[in-house]
């Protein structure tokens, strides 16, 4: 994280400590924060005191700890309305829920990595590491494999690269090359599955979102575990997956993302 602001000076060293901070999950205390930062104690504080004072971060005076900001909650929802597929998606997921009794995942790509940006429990509710904000691996999980099937070479090449392959379970995937024969499988199919790759007992069946141009917008994923179904039983619901995944690309349609706005 620190490495990658290097380059970016100052602004890139405060949202490095942002970061670090929002990656806690909880209020953290400046002491915890000295402990894994690259930054001198006197840099730090400075660091956190504007962020405090700007609103990105606040602060505890009773506890003496750190946490996201009011200011950082609303620039969170404001790229969430304009970037996420998640307002658009909203009632498909819904629809798709209750059809299917299933956990319901919306993601999108974020530098390589998935951004799950929207969930919805199963009816009876499973405890996975999946939350809505939470940023997971795109090579073991059913929505990340259902959008790197679907990149260009070159993109794909390079998102490949930044992949930890870590060995989550005994199924997980760990090198580029049998990935890339995973993803000729997937894009032969036209869906993606998590067999138990990520988390053991944990299985998903994937499809991509995708434009008219073929490029990847995002990936809708139906979640459930080995003790209550089997890829077979998740595939019996592609037909209602398929609905969702091509309503919310048709709705996209014209809707510009950032970069397009851009171009």
């Known amino acids: 994280m620190a490495s990658e602001a290097k380059g970016d000076g100052t602004v890139g060293k405060a949202l490095a400590v942002l970061d670090d901070v929002a990656a806690r999950g909880r209020p953290v205390r400046f002491s915890e924060l000295m402990e ?10 400075r660091f956190v005191q504007v962020l405090t004072k700007q609103g990105m971060l606040s602060y505890d005076p009773e506890r003496q700890t750190y946490a996201p900001g009011l200011r950082l909650v609303r620039l969170a929802h404001a ?19 209750r059809a299917t009794g299933e956990t319901v995942h919306l993601a999108q790509l974020d530098a390589g990595q998935v951004l799950y940006v929207d969930k919805r429990n199963a009816a009876e509710p499973v405890e996975m590491y999946s939350q809505a904000g939470k940023v997971g691996p795109a090579y073991c999980t059913g929505v990340g494999k259902a959008m790197l099937a679907y990149l260009p070479e070159a993109e794909l090449g390079r998102v490949l690269q930044r992949q930890s392959w870590h060995r989550f379970t005994p199924k997980t ?12 499988a997937i894009r032969a199919r036209g869906h993606a599955f998590d067999d138990e790759e990520h988390e053991p007992g944990i299985i998903c069946i994937a499809l991509p979102i995708l434009a008219r141009s073929g490029r990847v917008l995002g990936a809708l994923s139906v979640t459930s575990t080995t003790a209550r179904t ?10 209602e997956i398929r609905r969702a995944a091509d309503a919310i690309a048709g709705e996209a349609q014209d809707w510009r993302f950032p970069d397009e706005a851009a171009e």
Do not use: V
């Open 36 to 45: 894994t930062s690259p930054f001198p104690k006197a840099t730090l504080y």
């Open 230 to 239: 089997d890829l077979a039983g998740l595939t019996a619901l592609l037909p």
């Open 173 to 184: 995937i760990t090198d580029a090359a049998r990935m890339r024969e995973e993803l000729a």
């Open 79 to 97: 790229a969430w309305q304009a970037s996420s597929l998640a307002p658009i998606a909203r009632p498909h997921l819904d629809r798709l829920s």
